[in-house]
């Protein structure tokens, strides 16, 4: 994809799903909002934190890798993006931490990062974004226990934990009545009573 593309300063969609694209994501991109299902390769450039008012990132289905970018004294990264609701990363080859990533000034409705090869805890500040709907980390490499402020996610509808490395006690999670779909399966729970 050319980087002229970020020449469209008007641009507020941009759908490029399945086109077989490949290379690197142009740094110069404007308000993008699906470029999932594509053979994108390299890392997510810290540039897309400049994009305060994106709506929805859909990054899924592609074949990025390296770290997700957050915010440093001398550069933005997506924990910036307070007005995203559609957090898609799934599907990748991303790896290193979601420490940083997230803050309770957010509004997410989804974050997808499943499928990837993510590693170290499960962020306490999820527990902070009252407006999540779904959550699937699944099929990661992300280690230690689940917060207990999860439980905070009263309108989680969907939550998947499944294969990581996770240990310790469950968070009761009976004040989530939303919940449809629970999967905790393939890690290292230790065992306790059920919630009532």
Request: glycine residues 8%; contains cysteine; negative net charge.
């Amino acid at each position: 994809m050319s980087a002229t593309i970020g020449n469209l300063a008007q641009l507020t969609t941009l759908i490029l799903a399945g086109c077989s694209f490949t290379g690197g994501i142009p740094q110069q991109l404007g308000n993008l909002q699906a470029l999932n299902s594509n053979k994108f390769t390299g890392t997510i450039p810290p540039t897309l934190g400049l994009l305060s008012n994106l709506f929805w990132l859909d990054l899924a289905d592609n074949q990025l890798t390296g770290y997700i970018p957050v915010s440093t004294a001398t550069t933005l990264g997506l924990d910036q993006l307070t007005h995203m609701k559609h957090f898609h990363f799934n599907k990748n080859q991303l790896s290193g931490t979601l420490t940083g990533l997230f803050n309770s000034n957010m509004s997410l409705i989804h974050i997808l990062f499943d499928s990837n090869q993510l590693t170290g805890p499960i962020p306490e500040e999820l527990g902070g974004i009252s407006s999540l709907q779904v959550l699937l980390l699944d099929r990661n490499s992300l280690k230690g226990t689940v917060p207990p402020n999860i439980s905070n996610l009263v309108n989680l509808n969907e939550l998947n934990l499944a294969s990581n490395q996770l240990t310790r006690q469950l968070p009761d999670l009976s004040s989530m009545t939303k919940l449809n779909v629970v999967d905790l399966s393939n890690n290292s729970f230790t065992v306790s009573a059920a919630p009532n």
